[in-house]
């Protein structure tokens, strides 16, 4: 599949059937690495990266290390969740800051999560694994990451 679209956007093809291949990529990259990889970058790589944010996971219970950060079923439950929160956005791109607006009200005023930390969830999901090549994959991907950020501290006042 990858070689495939490779090889395709190589070729002068003419920009709508571009545009095709890069959907059928988008799409490619969204199924595979949002419910393969996304759960990893967003909530064990900052809880590991970034240590502070476990203050928000004591209920979590271990999260000494990265072995147990990544054993904790808490987490991978959680990180089940998130994704489901991201599918949210990818099915209303046109309109996340409203898709969001219960969701900012909930990490705001009820968890008291610093709107910094999705800054740091940016950063650390902001990078694609072995897509250096995909500048447009990788551009969309940190596009919708920053409106997802930006709708999730839109309540913050
Ligand atoms: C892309 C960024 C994020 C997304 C899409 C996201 C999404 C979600 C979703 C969908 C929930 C479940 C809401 C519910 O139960 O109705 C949730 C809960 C929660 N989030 Fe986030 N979140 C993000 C970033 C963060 C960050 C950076 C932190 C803190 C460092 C955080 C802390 C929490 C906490 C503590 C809960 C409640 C967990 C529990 O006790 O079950 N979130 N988040």
């Given at each position: 599949m990858i070689l495939l679209c490779v090889c395709y956007l190589k070729e002068s093809y003419d920009a709508a059937k571009k545009n095709i291949i890069l959907c059928i990529w988008y799409i490619f990259i969204f199924i595979l690495f949002t419910f393969c990889m996304l759960y990893i970058m967003l909530y064990c790589r900052t809880l590991v990266v970034?240590?502070?944010?476990q203050r928000y996971f004591t209920?979590?219970?271990?999260?000494?290390n990265a072995e147990a950060i990544l054993s904790n079923s808490k987490v991978a439950a959680h990180g089940v969740v998130v994704l489901h929160g991201l599918d949210r956005a990818m099915k209303n791109m046109d309109d996340i800051k409203n898709t969001y607006a219960k969701l900012s009200v909930l990490h705001s005023?009820?968890?008291?999560?610093?709107?910094?930390n999705f800054r740091v969830c940016k950063h650390t999901a902001g990078r694609l694994p072995?897509?250096?090549?995909c500048a447009d994959v990788q551009a969309a991907w940190q596009k919708l990451l920053a409106v997802v950020v930006s709708a999730l501290a839109d309540m913050y006042h």
């Open positions: 970034y240590p502070w944010t209920s979590f219970g271990n999260l000494y005023a009820k968890l008291h999560v610093d709107p910094d072995d897509h250096r090549d």
